[in-house]
């Protein structure tokens, strides 16, 4: 997976693009994407977005989930996961995040803002995103 910068010939405005392992556009995050745009988001908070979508996104598939049966103990493996992303190892040691608390707290933001979109159209039904924050 990966996020790739384009740039749209008819106004030169960068847009974000979040790719599958095919190297196609991945269509909830591309909506997601494209809405935040319409918004006017500056193209630094799309592309944050963007990163933390891919990262979502990776997760997922290494846990073999589809993003709309999600739960809130999947949120709370995914914040696990954003601490410690190496599959299959459990360490005796004491361990330090691989990302700070901050940036763990901003993909969790983006993440259930994502989720939000899609409840308010009416195309996903799960927890309540707000309440968890």
Same mark, same amino acid.
């Given at each position: 997976?990966?996020?790739?910068?384009?740039?749209?010939?008819?106004?030169?405005?960068?847009?974000?693009?979040?790719?599958?392992?095919? /190297?196609?556009?991945?269509?909830?995050?591309?909506?997601?994407?494209?809405?935040?745009?319409?918004?006017? +988001?500056?193209?630094?908070?799309?592309?944050? /977005?963007? *990163? =933390?979508?891919?990262? /979502?996104?990776?997760?997922?598939?290494?846990? *073999?989930?589809?993003?709309?049966?999600?739960?809130?103990?999947?949120? $709370?493996?995914?914040? *696990?996961?954003? +601490?410690?992303? =190496?599959? =299959?190892?459990?360490?005796?040691?004491?361990?330090? $995040?691989? +990302? $700070?608390?901050?940036?763990?707290? *901003?993909?969790?933001?983006?993440?259930?803002?994502?989720?939000?979109?899609?409840? +308010?159209?009416?195309?996903?039904?799960?927890?309540?995103?707000?309440? /968890?924050?």
């Amino acid at each position: 997976m990966k996020v790739q910068k384009g740039i749209l010939p008819d106004t030169n405005q960068p847009i974000w693009i979040v790719l599958d392992d095919d /190297y196609l556009p991945i269509e909830p995050i591309q909506k997601y994407l494209h809405y935040l745009d319409s918004l006017e +988001r500056s193209p630094n908070t799309i592309s944050a /977005y963007a *990163h =933390n979508l891919k990262l /979502y996104w990776e997760f997922l598939q290494d846990k *073999h989930l589809n993003w709309k049966e999600i739960t809130l103990e999947t949120l $709370s493996e995914f914040i *696990h996961w954003l +601490r410690n992303p =190496n599959k =299959n190892v459990i360490s005796v040691q004491p361990q330090v $995040s691989k +990302r $700070s608390e901050k940036t763990i707290n *901003h993909c969790l933001t983006t993440v259930c803002g994502f989720y939000e979109f899609y409840e +308010r159209l009416g195309e996903f039904e799960g927890i309540d995103a707000d309440r /968890y924050q």
